[in-house]
């Protein structure tokens, strides 16, 4: 789950993951001691789904409600468990809030978050995407991406979510929660199934990140 604030630019999970130092991301070996300290605080291995989410479910509710702003916020909304857990808890806590999604027609992404927006009564607002206006979003976010970052993925990502900042804009909105990373931590990709050693390319990936 990360926490922005789109017009300062401040990202508050790397600062309290310790990524963001003096207004600068650490070395990648001050991430390494980071991640190293991060596993040696691990006191038992969780085996069982029930285990498992009673061990995240307090931390999460914690980390979701004490970074509540005071206003309007949006969540960047495909469906999923992760933007869903969010919006459901911010629905019972009575905040005030809109969920915002885009993609391109038929997308999973707009059929689960119309689905579950309309289920859950949550204020959703979506927008289809056309090839040009892809087209257009990857234009906008290779100018942002330094060089090294330029990849199909990135792009992909970063269309998304700067096509959904478009849409809070709209609204005066500048605050808003997500869920990405957290199948990198969780190990939630396939690639996570088939691995061999599933700690080392969970490591190796928020490492990366």
Known sequence: MFYIK???KKIKMAKLAGLIKNSKLVSSSEWSNYIDLLKKEVKENITDEISAI????????????????????????????????????SKLDKQDFIC??????????????????????????????????????????????????????????????????????EDNIDTLFGGLG???????????EKSININEIVTVKIIAI
């Open 6 to 8: 789109v017009r300062n």
């Open 54 to 89: 009673e061990a995240i479910k307090e931390p999460f509710l914690e980390a979701v409600k004490k970074r509540y702003p005071k206003k309007r916020y949006g969540i960047f909304f495909s469906g999923g468990v992760d933007s869903t857990s969010i919006a459901y808890l």
């Open 182 to 192: 957290s199948e990198e931590i969780f190990a939630g990709y396939q690639r996570h």
């Open 100 to 169: 915002y999604t885009v993609g391109i027609e038929g997308s999973e992404d707009i059929v689960y978050s119309t689905r579950i927006a309309s289920e859950y009564g949550l204020v959703h607002k979506k927008k289809i995407l056309s090839i040009k206006d892809m087209e257009l979003l990857f234009e906008r976010i290779a100018k942002i991406l330094p060089k090294k970052d330029l990849n199909v993925v990135n792009l992909g990502v970063g269309a998304v979510e700067l096509a959904a900042l478009d849409l809070a804009k």
